[in-house]
């Protein structure tokens, strides 16, 4: 269903450079878009897409409107303004309210009537969810959890036991909330498993990537805050808080019981240790290591850029003399005095 | 079902500091617990938790007795005594013998009648399920399979074919085991597959993590042993050798081939090469790559830890000027000479 | 089925040492295989298995067919002739055509007859199931799908929506294809969801291993060349270009919207950061970052292998004081001049 430039400019407080009668019906990359298509525009490495953009519209900044060769939605944040469009034009697919006839429900199980259960979908007991959820064919909720309204698990998705979904959340396939920390007791016949009897509290407007796992806490619970993003293939181990919108990107793994801030941005690949404090505002590149608390905002970093593997290996080889130049500069330094 | 503090004591070889007929029905951390509940102590960071705790009892180390305000069963492994006591108050959920009518079994295959088999679960040909196995909700176990007593496979756990796994083993969802190997090899017209044609052999009271995966062999088997603790998004590559107790935390990754000794501890993110051996009792920390042979137990690292990104940037920098500094420091001692 | 070594060599292009009537019937290891298999050599480390081996026939090079104690079939790449050999021996199951009464296929879907749809397995609106497929027990084919003719998806696979796969592919279990990407934009408020609006594209003859997640394109489709090979846990974000023939190893993450070339090989939990581009014939090695472009062919690298943790510690601390050293030789340069 297109829709008028004047129309979105009003419904998100753009200003609108060009005609307000214009309609867009959807959204494309500026070098693919044509007309009825709306584009946006915030990297300068793409300024020669945008002057030859056939798109209906752009968002753009102001001091970017005067290249493009279209109509133009003005926004100070016009990737963000593009996403809240984009979700208009693009909604998620509808809720088919009811129960699939292969799908399992426990009777001790409350599904509301405007919730969609999928094929192969399991509900256990005590587990409640709530109004427009969608569990997606082959998921598996276990006994105890509770989905707030309007969440979302896509597919083959887990929530083993006790696990609190707020309201809003999308869980896309594969992913792993719940299941049993690794709690082990060392002894000299082996290994002792430690119960693990907390759950999962995840909070509202929380996305949660594919093939993602949140452990379940030993004793009390795991929490995720309101608004956090979690990328595909992250470990969120036993009793870790996760603070209010932070994102986690791909691959990157949280130690038990550590805590991170508010509004921190974990990279791909990183790794935070164990019983841990990350403050709020923090921001790990790819593969850094965090391996004590972090108490400033700021970017941190310890990864090492790749290089030819010849170079790579003398740089490692020195490094591994580095004791020897130190030795050797004191002992300069000695005949000096 | 609250048990007494005197059953406790006499059943796991505790001395008993308080009253024996005092009774605890769960366990709860230090800060949380309530009359009933019990606790344990092992950290003297926790101290302060001890002292001011509710609990009714509490596990801990004989010199730690004095300092609680509540009964103390003594152990010299509080936290492996705690753990025991933990699973008498909170064993795993019971068996409910029978195949779900949603389930598809195999008429090859061969399941126990106190086994319990999941709706939308599937059991293949020539598979053995054993006694009081659980196969969770959509759970594939593929052809020639077996289970040992009393393992259970939580939910949406995959054993695609050729895989025996001991008795008491436990293994979390989105688990795959017996995928390929990745065998390729390359010609001029690209790779061409290897047939992967071993199995995965696991031994008994083995627990595997969510979404790990451990691959099949290639020709002969990929073998884990006895009491091994493998937790979330694990690696596994065909032919690997885990031995028994060992521990394998979350995101770390073995390549094809290597041999991990007995009671070794790969911390999390950590890597494997291929084709080498490890002995036993070795530890790897976080994020550490291990490229050849270790012959010597100990504790091994090559991770290097966050700092703010400026100082870490200038640190590269001068690591990759390494070989300058070494250049003048042999200049500086021939003019000296 | 054995076959004769004269028809493998006639079939295979091998030059054959020993009596073409010989048969074999399966492939084996060199310690393992007995009378009537076929081993392969290409390891001299192996020689002594060689030398030992009690299989009827081996394929191996030239200059290493004196040496074995059974027949030889001769190659310039014997790893790829077994490959192909053992294929014949021991081939795919055979596809079982058909829709389990248990499978839930959409009306607007279109499945080939000749395809077989396992247990639990859903195929949503708008796709189509090509000749011979096999769709495993519990897969997710959301809407919108294509999958190629004679691909297979093993067990539990999701095709989330929107994913085209072409002819020959192989799917493990728990992968995750065409999910949503992670796209955020932030605000004051918080992150807003960025749609993700474009599919998978993947080519002929790709393989993908367990627990992979393949992400959808945010605009534009996310695509995989031909020949493709990729191991268990490995993440591709977003508008990644994967080039044809290019292997990439387990937990090796790829960020949004990077092009990797062709024939390129990454090894283990290697990094590619987003939107960089590498060329053709590159090689990563496990755990290498690649951070910028690379436009050279050749092997990179930038992980530091483990050492003894209080070597390595010490190193570290080094490491932090390459400031020092540096300045103190320019101190004493000073002094010199």
């Not at 307000?20 to 500026?30: I, K, Y």
């Not at 426990?106 to 509900?123: L, T």
């Not at 979690?230 to 990157?252: E, S």
Request: charged share 20%.
């Amino acid at each position: 269903m297109p829709i008028s430039l004047g129309e979105l400019a009003t419904r998100f407080g753009c200003e609108l450079d060009g005609d307000p009668d214009t309609r867009v019906g959807q959204v494309a990359s500026l070098s693919a878009a044509g007309p009825g298509d709306l584009g946006f525009f915030t990297n300068s490495r793409l300024a020669s897409q945008l002057v030859a953009t056939r798109a209906s519209a752009v968002v753009a900044r102001d001091e970017d409107a005067a290249a493009a060769p279209c109509a133009v939605l003005v926004s100070d944040n016009p990737y963000a303004t593009f996403a809240r469009i984009a979700t208009l034009l693009h909604p998620p697919a509808p809720v088919h309210p009811g129960v699939h006839a292969r799908a399992s429900v426990d009777p001790d199980a409350r599904v509301a009537a405007s919730a969609e259960i999928g094929p192969g979908a399991v509900i256990g007991a005590g587990t409640v969810v709530g109004e427009r959820c969608v569990v997606g064919p082959g998921c598996f909720v276990g006994p105890d959890c509770r989905l707030g309204d309007d969440s979302r698990l896509v597919a083959n998705v887990t929530l083993a036991r006790q696990v609190t979904l707020g309201e809003r959340c999308l869980v896309h396939p594969g992913a792993v909330i719940g299941a049993d920390g690794f709690g082990n007791a060392m002894t000299p016949e082996g290994w002792v498993k430690v119960p693990q009897l907390g759950g999962v509290r995840i909070g509202n407007d929380v996305e949660i990537g594919a093939n993602t796992t949140i452990d379940c806490g030993a004793l009390e619970d795991t929490v995720i805050g309101n608004g956090v993003r979690i990328d595909n293939l992250v470990m969120i181990a036993h009793n870790v808080h996760v603070g209010d919108h932070t994102a986690v990107a791909a691959m990157t793994g949280i130690a038990g019981s550590s805590h991170i801030g508010a509004r921190c941005m974990l990279a791909g690949q990183a790794g935070v240790v164990g019983h841990i404090s990350i403050c709020d505002d923090v921001v790990v590149s790819g593969q850094g290591m965090v391996s004590k608390d972090i108490t400033e905002p700021g970017v941190y970093a310890s990864s090492f850029p790749v290089e030819p593997v010849r170079d790579w290996n003398r740089r490692v080889a020195r490094f591994r003399r580095l004791d020897n130049v130190f030795d050797r500069v004191t002992a300069l330094e000695k005949k000096q005095s």
